[in-house]
Structures are given as structure tokens and as C-alpha cells.
């Protein structure tokens, strides 16, 4: 029983992710396309942001979404996976952060409602954005060819 609500509350999550908040996001937000294709990304230096995409999207077989790109590129940065706990995580760095939106607080609350077995995590994840620099104006498309390594410690330079 406890596999079953496991997998309806990751099928809940993905579908209120990518069948209602990506396509509302394309609507609401201004133009904020991804300029770089997944075979760019792939011929990016080794340790650069870009070619970090790339080998997280491969290892998950994961397509580049152009509009979804920046939440990917989040994942990298932040190390947090895919998975339902990674993305409760991921949105309490993110609210913790100063990132308040409502797939950010929507997101937060589902996640606490439903994954009471991930609470410490998020906290954590909540105290780990606050305690970080804000990266919510970062240009992304300028930063792909960055080293990876130098953008999280210049996130975490707080935390250390």
C-alpha cells in the first residue's frame, strides 16, 4: 500500500509539474528561452555548467526543455536529483532563497503535505537557500560556460 501512494504521489507531482505549471510558465513568463541545444551542450568543456547539463539530462534520459532548462540547470547547480525528494528539496532551497512564485510555494506545500518521511531534508534544504547568496537573476544562457564548481561555491560561500 505505502509503494502504491509512493508512486500516485510522484504521478501527481510530475503531472501538476509538467502538465500544469510548464505550460502556465510558458504563458505567464516573459521570453527566457534557452539558447543552447542538448548537442551544444554536449561539446562544452568537461566541469563547465553547460556540459554538466548535458551529462545530468543523459544520465536520466531526460530531454532539454527550453523553457524548462533554468529549473534543470538548478538541479545541477544545487545537486539535488529528480527524484520526489529532490524536488521538494530543490523548491525549499529555491523558497528559502528569497524565490517566492507559485510553483515555488505550491510545490512546497504539496511536498510537505505528502512526504512527511523528507521534512528534515527540506528544512535543511529551506536553511541551506537562506544561508546562500541569491542567484535568481543569474543569466543563465551567458553562464553555461562557466566551471560548475566555482558557481556552487559562489552560492555556498555563506554556508562553509
Avoid at 95 to 110: D, H, K, Q
Wanted: glycine letters at 6%; proline letters at 4%.
Amino acid at each position: 500500500m505505502k509503494k502504491q501512494l509512493i508512486k500516485l504521489r510522484t504521478a501527481v507531482l510530475v503531472f501538476l509539474t509538467h502538465q500544469i505549471a510548464l505550460p502556465v510558465l510558458k504563458i505567464m513568463r516573459r521570453p527566457n528561452v534557452f539558447s543552447w541545444s542538448k548537442e551544444q551542450l554536449k561539446e562544452f568543456p568537461s566541469g563547465s555548467l553547460g556540459h554538466d547539463l548535458y551529462q545530468f539530462l543523459e544520465k536520466r534520459n531526460l530531454p532539454l526543455l527550453k523553457h524548462y532548462a533554468r529549473h534543470d540547470l538548478k538541479h545541477v547547480l544545487l545537486g539535488y536529483d529528480t527524484s520526489d525528494e529532490g524536488e521538494a528539496c530543490l523548491q525549499c532551497f529555491m523558497l528559502g532563497n528569497g524565490r517566492v512564485s507559485f510553483p515555488v510555494l505550491a510545490t512546497v506545500a504539496y511536498s510537505f503535505v505528502t512526504m512527511p518521511e523528507h521534512w528534515g531534508k527540506m528544512r535543511k534544504a529551506m536553511w541551506q537557500g537562506r544561508q546562500s547568496i541569491s542567484f535568481h537573476g543569474w543569466s543563465w544562457n551567458e553562464m553555461v560556460h562557466q566551471p560548475t564548481a566555482e558557481l556552487r561555491n559562489k552560492i555556498f560561500h555563506h554556508t562553509n
